[in-house]
Structure formats: structure tokens, C-alpha cells
């Protein structure tokens, strides 16, 4: 049987396909349907220091090929989250990787610190998808030299693996991934959302309570495959890719762009399923094709 | 929670209404009234998202569900070009279901447009307690109507409201249940489902009529189990208020919960 | 009858629906299927000063909801252009925008210089997303100076509207827009592609003979109505939008975000009749809501 | 040029294969034999781009033409599932079709898989020009072959490959036409449909051959009509090479200049 085990640097996980955060709760709501221990890991929706309320309703909209969604982080906050989610996420032996975010650099190394020590947490996930509000509501994620200093923070005091999860919404990707690695991250996950949105013409008005939102779905793939493929070129450490995945055929392609791993958003809710089964798959696709671990294919589409 | 249900029925029942028959065991005696099925429409990618339905009526017995839907876009378009013998990709049943009162009494449901599917499953429920049930049902024409005698009851009483007159009392279905109560009728405790300017309206109602009420909400919905929070409403619980999801803490909220 | 007329400052057309450059190659070949006088304008593909060969095959590819395109800017050069393509246009009485692109400043100014007298000729439109080979390769789209720079310079040599077409490959395409508005734009166009990729799992190669392609189509509408939305909000000059355009409820959208004409791109392949069509449910949307002129929607959305 | 073709008949004619009879007065009388049509595949967004496909015969009597399709992918699957009476969106016939020699001689038409269908709708017009047509055909196995004498005219000849020997000649359909030239075959014309792989070999071979021979090539294909410029094939006139377009230059190429 083919090994599906990847190491992308110091986090070693039992295979490559991860739940994309914000996508799959705490794990619960999903653990009647699929056995969270089967999954490489499951990246918690986004962890703020308090907790949210998030944004006015409407918060999703469908749209050609994928959805928008502006669920403005709304999450229990990180007490809650140790007393309560954290726990059962343990007992149901997943692998948990925490999605952080926050509106100052302390609320970042805040939550680094109360949060890398803990026992089941295998990796953090740094959202920088949030406005800067100390610096004038610039996002963490567009500025080389706002997101290189806030990495080095973090990187300090935390001694798990460090993923930085990049936004697409920038003029060079690659610009920042660079940026991220000599910072000190250890993985780069990408993509996040598309900023997007959608008029309701009855009510001549933004659907979304929020205005905008986030795009996501197989309508961004081409344009995640693309980012995880330039980026590839650009740093060394290993990627986690994701943007529109619901299956082994759109997995392979982010193998082949570069992505060690890749992570399952959007899908999730299309079909609960869609990750046990890409897990199977993947372990088909390997056997058949005579590989002995994914590894094999990362960045086999490069030229 | 994941199946692929068999359709044995499809049937316009009104100028814009189907009536689906599914087979699936497990969730027609799962399905408690007020939940719902969030259904994979085609496998496509566009329409993208599952799409929620009430379950209006289960044969536990039989192993059959109904689902009654009106086409509003793209996906209940769709929706309506099933054929017998094609699979349903169903997650549920989901969400909480009506709660009612243990004695027996009067129960009145009110129901806009399509929001008689949740009200049709629930009638059976209380009929088997032995409760009255009646029914007012609008919608905004005739040719609207669900032939409701052949999918409700037969001990439910049923009184129709089309705005235009074409049925029944001419007005909002609001307007004609204020007319039975001002007739002399004393309900025990309300259900209602339908467009939220009803749900509103029936609210602001009961502020003073006090009943016992419970209302099901609609809301865009992604995942359909709790995970996105896509589907939130605002809620209150003792002066405080909170986001409660669609999905997970409804539909069915009280009516004094929600914060319109 | 509602009228269609709209005004992009000097730039008057008969109604607010464009054929997006390179969709509509130089008119001729839809001929037979549409009358081109009906439409507003049409943009005819991407013109360079010497012919062009464009990128090798395979050019395009079918993505959710969209697709890549890899053209490479094919086309017979300025002197063909003039002697045999605008004669046919002028011909069939389109009113006729040329979109064009240029390795360096130079190109462009030639390019605007023998073309903005031409009669039949009614605006210039500049694409942006070409690298300019004298700054090392960055698009003249994705650099504020460098895009100002240019824009000034053709600015001064051509007497006829100017519309400047901005790239969605950005971190902050109102700054962009504001930088054309600065430097003499008197419209802006938006949006051009979005960069993307799809691999060829079977092969383990990227499908398009270029790598990479331009992602257009309904999968990038969001992306577009909230880019005009955001640019309407930040400059003063008409705007024309697109992207993913296939039917007046979309069209509404992007009049609704602030567009005062809008342009159809893929949709004329999927339907080569969406533009006749637009521009008759343009038509009754207007008379059956009362409303005089598109004037009165552009960017009501806007909160 | 764009037309609602009716559905009079789907069917199934081989393992992965399917015949469609169109109803469509105005293409089945304008159509040439090499030409295709561009058809859009149902109304959703994906598949988003319409495809591409060849016409494989017209009875222009009846109003009727014919496409001979092959299950590929999404589209494809989605096409296999029309039914009698729908509809289909069909733009076209479009490109360039063969053109055939004056004289009366002996055409070799050489199909690989599905490239046999516009060959099937050429061999009509050869044979009406009087013309002696023998059809070399090869598919992987027997159960991939379409049933051929029922589509082609029984005046041709027809030799049958399959690359596991499962039907005719083992081997490659070009193998099996050599050996017919081996054994003294003349063709004064050749006309090929296939796999490029099958093409190209053809072509290099007929570096010595020097037979007249035109080929149909396939490229992805957005417009359909010469106005996008995406299906591009790099074409030699005289030495110099420039971008020839499948959809409106072809798809029928003469062998010579293709640039490979
Ligand atoms: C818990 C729940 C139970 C429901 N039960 C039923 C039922 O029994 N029968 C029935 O016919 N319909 C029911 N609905 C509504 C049904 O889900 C929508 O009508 C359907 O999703 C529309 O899909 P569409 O693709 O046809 O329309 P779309 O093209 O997606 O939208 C058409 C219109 O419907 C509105 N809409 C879309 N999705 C929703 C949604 N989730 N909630 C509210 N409005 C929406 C949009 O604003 C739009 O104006 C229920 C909804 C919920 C949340
Ligand atoms: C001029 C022309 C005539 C054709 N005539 C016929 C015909 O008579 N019968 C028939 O069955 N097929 C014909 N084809 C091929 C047919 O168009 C494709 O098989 C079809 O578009 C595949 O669509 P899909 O959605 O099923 O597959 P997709 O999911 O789009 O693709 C499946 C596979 O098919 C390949 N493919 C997709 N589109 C094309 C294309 N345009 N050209 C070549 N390869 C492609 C892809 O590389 C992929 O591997 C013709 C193509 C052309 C260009
Ligand atoms: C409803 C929803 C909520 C999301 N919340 C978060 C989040 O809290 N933190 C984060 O980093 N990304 C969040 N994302 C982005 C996803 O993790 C993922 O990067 C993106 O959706 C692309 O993948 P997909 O196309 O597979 O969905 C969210 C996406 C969706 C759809
Ligand atoms: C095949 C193709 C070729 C294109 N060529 C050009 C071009 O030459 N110049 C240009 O400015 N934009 C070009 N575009 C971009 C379109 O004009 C338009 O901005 C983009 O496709 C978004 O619109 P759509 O989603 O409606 O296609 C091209 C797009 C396509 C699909
Ligand atoms: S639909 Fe996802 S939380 Fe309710
Ligand atoms: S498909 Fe557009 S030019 Fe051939």
C-alpha cells in the first residue's frame, strides 16, 4: 500500500489532504459524517483573541462555480476554544492546526503564545487576510514589510511549525512568499479568497451584509494553481495549496504545481465526503501510477 | 447523515410547486417535523451549494419522505427536471424541529406560500396527540395554491388567503387569522413559516397577543451542519444577543429569540 | 422608447454594450450572425505596431465557469489593420475602439499617433498587461509610475478619448485607477484577465503552450463588479465593465457597481447572440422600471 | 448560422459512441462534408464553452443531419443524455470542408475512432461523384468500433484494424493501409480523420508516398468562428511558416502544410 505520509519540514502528518480553515468549524459538525482521525490534519476555523460576533447577514452568496462568504471571523474566541473545542478535536484524535488572526501584532504573538505549547496543536496557521489596525488598516497579508515583521514576532516565541497563509489579492505573490520564508515561516499555505462580490439587482443594493466577500470554489482554482505554481519557483520551504479542490484530478494538478499538500475548502460543503474519499483516491492514484509517495509528483509540472 | 434517496414521484402541484416522493429509509424515520434536507442539486459545479428543503410529511413504515418546492432559480429549476428513479444526494435529516406542548388544545399553523411544507409534517404530529389543528394557509393567487386537502389531514382545518381574492379570504394570511381570532378563536400555541415580512409582521402581533409561538427561518445556507456559520440570525436570549445559525439552532426559533 | 445613448465624457455611443477586445477579433467574423451596427462599440482585438504571431497552441482551455486564454496578442499588425480590417468595420457602420499594446512607451505612442486621426476610429483603448521590455519586464499595468508615465505621453498626442484597461492583477486597482485618472485617462476599463494555469494531470504539464493564461468568464464576475464598484468610488471618469458578462441581470450588476457601459467578452463565444440580446432586455428593463437612461442605475448600488 | 436543431433520435453504437439525428433544414442543405458544427452543451455554466463536432451526414430531402460523438469528458457525458425532442444549440456548419478531384479514381478514406464520422458524410459525396471509396478504420478494440456498415454507404469497401486484433487487421489503421498499398492498392486521393499521433505518422509516411491527401485536424475551440484566435496550428506556405486557424482555415488541411 503507498505511503501517504509527507513531512513538510518539522510537520510530519499522515497525509496530505487537509479541511481549509473556516471551512469545517471545529471539526465537530463534521464528525458524524467522517472520521476526523482519517484526515491530514484539520486547520480550525479563524481563532481571534476574543470572541466575534462576525458580520451582518446576508453572510454567503452562491456565485458561477463557486460562493462568496463574509463571515467576518466570527469564532468563540481562544479561551473558549481551549476549555471547549479544543478538547473534543483531541478526543476524535485529529491532527489540529490553529487558524490565527487578529487586528494588532499582539494579538498575533498573544495567541502564538497561548496556543504553541498545547498539547495536540501540531502547527499555526497565521491568517493575515486582517486589517493592521495600528497601521491604518493595511492587510497584514499585502505588505511585504508589515507581513515580514509580524512573522519574525511570531516566529520567535513559537516553537511549532509556523504556516503563513498568503492572500491572492496582491499584484506579486511570489514578492511575499519570499518575503514570509527569510521571515521565518516554516510552510506557506495559499490561497485564501478572492475579494469579490455580488449586487442584488431587485434591491439595487450589495448582496452581502458585509458588502464584499471572499470568492472561493472551483471558479478561483486556475488562478490558485497558478499562484502555488509561481510560488514553488520562489521559496523553498513546502507549500500547502488549495482553491477549488474537490477531487483527485483538481488535488493532482496542485501536487504537480508544487503543493506538498493540499487542503479542501468549498468542497467540504458540496460534499461532506469529498476529503476521505480524495484521501482514498490519492492512495489508488499512487499504487496505480507506481509511486511510492507523493512526493514523487510536487512540482513534477514544473518546466 | 449522507444519502442517495430515490425519487419515486415528481408532480406539479401548483402553477410554480412540485411535489417529490423520495425513498430512503433511514430518513423518513429520522425526520421529525421542522427539519429539513439539504440537497445536492445535479452534480455540476453551477448551481455550486447544496440547497435546503422542509421535509413536509415521512411514511416511516413505507421508508418515503415528501418535499414540497417552489422554483425560484436556477437550482429548484433544476430541481424540478428530476425524473422517477434518479438518486438524490440528501444530507439530514437537519436542524432542530417544532417543539409542542404536551396537553391537548388548539394549535394554529400559519403558513405563507411553500412555508406550508414544515406545517403539513408537523399537522400529522399533532394529530396524533390528539390536538385541533388548524390551518391558515396563503398565498398570493389561486393558481398558487397547493391543493393542500390532498396533502393535509383531513381533521386539519383549512382556511385560505390569496391577496387577490381569487381563494378564500382576500388579504394576507396574517390578516385572516386576526379575523378568526377576532371570530372567537383561542389558540393554544402558533406555527408559522413563510416570507420573513410575514414572520415579522406576526411577531410584532404577538406582543401582544402573547401566544406560545414558533416560527421557521430561511437563510443562505453553505454547509447546512453548523461548520461555516454562514447562516447566521440574530438571536437574544435575556437582553443579550448572540448569532445563532440557521442551520443549527434552527430553523425553528421562538418568536421573542429572534431579533428582526 | 427608453434611449441608450450614454456619454463617457467625450465619447458618445448608441447604446452602453461593447464587444470586449479579443473576443470579437475584428468584427468580420460575427457578421453573419449579428448586425455590428447595433452595438455600442466594438473593441477590436489587441493591436501591436508589426504583426504578431501569438503564443503556441494549445491557447485556450475550459475552466469552472470560464476559461484560459493564451493568445498571445495574434494579431496582422497596424499598416493590415488599416488597409484591411478597419475598411470592413467602417463599412458596416460599428463605431470602432482599437485596444492597443506595446513592448515600450514607443510603441504605444505610434500606435496612438496613427491611429487617433483615422476617421471611424471613435476612442483608443490602452491594454496595460503587456511587460514592458525597457523597465525589465514589469506590466506596464501593474506599476502606478510607470502606467502614469505612459498614459501622460499618449495623452498628448491623441485628440480622440482615451480609455485606459486596467489588469485585476493587484493589490489596489483604485490606486491604479486613480494614477490613469491623474495622468489623462478619460475612462477606465476593467476588467482584463486574471492570471491563471490549469495542468494537464495526464501529461504533468501545464496545459497552455504559454504556462499561464488569462482567466475570463462568469467564474471572475464577482471579482470584477467589486473592482468597479471600489474604482468607482475613487475616480471621477466613466467607467466600462466586464467580466463574465452573459446577460442583462449580469450586465445590471456592473451598472448598479458603477459602470456606465459594459463590455461582453467570452460570453460572445458561449452565445454569439448575448450582445443583440443584451441590448434588447437593456431596453425593456428600462421602459418596464420607468427609468430614462442607464444614467439613472449607474452606480446606484453604491452605500 | 445559429440554429435549434430538434432531437430526432440519440442511440448508443458502441461502447462509448453515440449517434444523433438532428432535425435542421438550414444546415443539413448548406452542410459540406468536412465541415462541423460548434453546439452548445445544455444552459448551464459548465461545461461553459461549447464543442466542436463533425457532421457526418445530411439528407437535405428530409431536413435531417447526423453527428457521431464520442463520450470525452464532462460535455460529452452531458451530450449523451439528450433526448428525442429536445433541443440543441448549434452554430454552424462551420471551417472549411474536403475538397474532392474531378476526376473518377479511387479514394482511401483513413478514420481513426471518432474520425470517422466526417468521413462517413464524405463518402457520400464521393460516391455520388462516382468514385470508388475504400475505408480504412481503426479503433483500440472491437467493442470501440462503431457498427460502420450501418452508417456507411454499402458501395465502399471497408477494412476494419483494432490495435488488439479483436476485429480485422492487428495493428494501427495505417499498418493495415500499407499493407493494402503493399498488395497493390492505387489511391489517386487520400483523405484522414483521427488521433494527431495517427495523423502525423501519416503524413511523414506520405513524404514518400506523395499521394494528394488532406487531413481534419481537432484544436480546443472557444469562437468557432475565426474571431478569438485560440485554435491555432502552425501552417508552411512556400517556406514560411504562419498561424493557421482549425475552426475557420480548417479543420481540413492539406498534409503538406501542417507544421508538426
Ligand atoms: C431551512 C430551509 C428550509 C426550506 N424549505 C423549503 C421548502 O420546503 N420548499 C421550498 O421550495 N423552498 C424551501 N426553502 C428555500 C429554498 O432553499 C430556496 O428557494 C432554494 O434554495 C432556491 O434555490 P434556487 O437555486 O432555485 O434559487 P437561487 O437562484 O439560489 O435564488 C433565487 C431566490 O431565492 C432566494 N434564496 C436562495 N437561497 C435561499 C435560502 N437558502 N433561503 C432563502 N432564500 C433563498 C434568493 O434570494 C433569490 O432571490 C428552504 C430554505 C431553508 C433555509
Ligand atoms: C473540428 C472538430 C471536429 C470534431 N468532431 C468530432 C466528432 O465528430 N465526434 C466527436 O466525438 N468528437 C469530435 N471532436 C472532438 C470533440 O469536440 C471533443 O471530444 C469534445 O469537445 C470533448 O468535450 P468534453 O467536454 O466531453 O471533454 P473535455 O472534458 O473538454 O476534454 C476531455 C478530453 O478531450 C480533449 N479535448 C477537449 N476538447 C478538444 C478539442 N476541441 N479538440 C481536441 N481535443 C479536445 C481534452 O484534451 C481532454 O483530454 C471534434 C473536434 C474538432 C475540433
Ligand atoms: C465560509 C468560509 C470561511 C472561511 N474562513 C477562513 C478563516 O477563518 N481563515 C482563513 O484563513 N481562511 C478562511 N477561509 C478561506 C479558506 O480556508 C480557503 O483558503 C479558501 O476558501 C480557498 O479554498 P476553497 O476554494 O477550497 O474554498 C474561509 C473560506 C470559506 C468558504
Ligand atoms: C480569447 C480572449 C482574448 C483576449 N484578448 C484581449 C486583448 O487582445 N486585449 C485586451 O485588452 N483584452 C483581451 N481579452 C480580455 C477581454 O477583453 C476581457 O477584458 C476579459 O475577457 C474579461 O471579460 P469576459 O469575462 O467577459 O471575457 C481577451 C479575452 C479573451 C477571452
Ligand atoms: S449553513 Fe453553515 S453554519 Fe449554517
Ligand atoms: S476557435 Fe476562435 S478562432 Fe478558432
Request: with cysteine; proline share 6%; net charge neutral.
Amino acid at each position: 500500500m503507498a505511503n501517504l505520509e509527507v513531512e513538510l519540514g518539522a510537520l510530519k502528518l499522515k497525509n496530505p489532504v487537509l479541511a481549509a480553515s473556516g471551512t469545517f468549524g471545529f471539526g465537530e459538525e463534521y464528525s458524524s459524517l467522517i472520521d476526523l482521525e482519517k484526515l491530514g490534519a484539520i486547520m480550525v476555523k479563524g481563532l481571534t483573541l476574543k470572541p466575534r460576533q462576525g458580520n451582518p447577514a446576508p453572510r454567503i452568496t452562491e456565485t458561477p462555480a463557486g460562493m462568496l462568504n463574509a463571515i467576518g471571523l466570527q469564532n468563540p474566541g481562544l479561551d473558549a476554544f481551549l476549555s471547549r473545542e479544543l478538547p473534543r478535536l483531541i478526543d476524535s484524535h485529529a491532527a489540529v492546526i490553529v487558524n490565527i488572526a487578529g487586528d494588532t501584532e499582539e494579538d498575533y504573538i498573544t495567541l502564538a503564545r497561548e496556543l504553541s505549547g498545547v498539547p495536540g496543536i501540531v502547527a499555526l496557521e497565521l491568517n493575515l487576510s486582517c486589517p493592521n489596525v495600528k497601521q491604518g488598516g493595511i492587510l497584514f497579508g499585502t505588505s511585504k514589510m508589515i507581513m515580514g515583521r509580524l512573522i519574525t514576532k511570531v516566529r520567535g516565541i513559537c516553537p511549532i511549525p509556523l504556516i503563513v497563509k498568503l492572500s491572492p489579492n496582491v499584484t506579486d505573490i511570489t514578492e511575499l512568499a519570499h518575503a514570509a520564508e527569510e521571515s521565518g515561516a516554516d510552510i506557506i499555505s495559499l490561497i485564501n479568497t478572492l475579494k469579490g462580490m455580488v449586487i442584488d439587482i431587485k434591491s439595487k443594493r450589495p448582496l452581502l451584509g458585509n458588502i464584499t466577500g471572499g470568492l472561493s470554489g472551483p471558479a478561483i482554482r486556475p488562478v490558485a494553481v497558478r499562484m502555488v505554481y509561481d510560488v514553488y519557483r520562489s521559496v523553498k520551504i513546502p507549500l500547502i495549496g488549495m482553491g477549488g479542490i474537490m477531487n483527485l484530478d483538481d488535488a493532482l494538478q496542485f501536487f504537480m504545481a508544487g503543493a506538498r499538500a493540499v487542503a479542501v475548502g468549498a468542497g467540504n460543503f458540496v460534499d461532506p465526503c469529498a476529503m476521505p474519499r480524495l484521501i482514498d483516491d490519492l492512495r489508488s492514484y499512487l499504487e496505480k501510477e507506481g509511486l511510492q509517495s507523493v512526493d514523487e509528483i510536487v512540482g513534477s509540472a514544473q518546466i | 447523515m449522507l444519502s442517495k434517496a430515490r425519487v419515486l414521484e415528481i408532480r406539479k402541484v401548483s402553477s410554480n410547486c412540485y411535489f417529490l416522493l423520495l425513498e430512503e429509509a433511514r430518513i423518513a424515520r429520522e425526520s421529525l417535523p421542522g427539519q429539513f434536507l439539504h440537497i445536492r442539486i445535479g452534480e455540476s459545479l453551477t448551481p455550486f451549494l447544496r440547497r435546503p428543503f422542509s421535509i413536509a410529511g415521512t411514511s416511516p413504515e413505507n421508508g418515503t419522505l415528501k418535499i414540497l418546492f417552489q422554483v425560484m432559480g436556477e437550482g429548484t429549476r433544476i430541481l424540478s427536471m428530476v425524473q422517477k428513479e434518479d438518486r438524490l444526494d440528501c444530507l439530514g435529516p437537519l436542524g432542530s424541529g417544532f417543539s409542542t406542548q404536551k396537553a391537548h388544545n388548539t394549535s394554529v399553523l400559519l403558513a405563507g406560500g411553500i412555508g406550508a411544507a414544515p406545517l403539513m409534517f408537523l399537522s400529522e404530529a399533532l394529530l396524533r396527540e390528539q390536538k385541533k389543528v388548524i390551518f391558515y394557509y396563503g398565498a398570493s393567487s389561486l393558481e398558487q395554491i397547493i391543493p393542500v386537502r390532498s396533502f393535509f389531514p383531513s381533521e386539519a382545518e383549512v382556511y385560505l388567503a390569496t391577496e387577490d381574492g381569487s381563494a378564500g379570504y382576500r388579504g394576507f394570511v396574517t390578516e385572516a387569522f386576526q379575523e378568526g381570532l377576532n371570530n372567537g378563536l383561542k389558540p393554544a400555541e402558533i406555527f408559522a413559516c413563510g416570507p420573513k415580512p410575514m414572520l415579522q409582521k406576526l411577531a410584532e402581533k404577538n406582543r401582544d397577543w402573547k401566544f406560545p409561538m414558533q416560527i421557521s427561518l430561511e437563510e443562505r445556507m453553505a454547509c447546512g451542519i453548523g461548520a461555516c456559520q454562514g447562516c447566521a440570525v440574530t438571536v437574544q436570549e435575556k437582553g443579550e444577543t448572540r448569532c445563532g445559525l440557521v442551520c443549527r439552532d434552527g430553523p425553528v426559533f421562538n418568536w421573542d429569540e429572534v431579533v428582526w
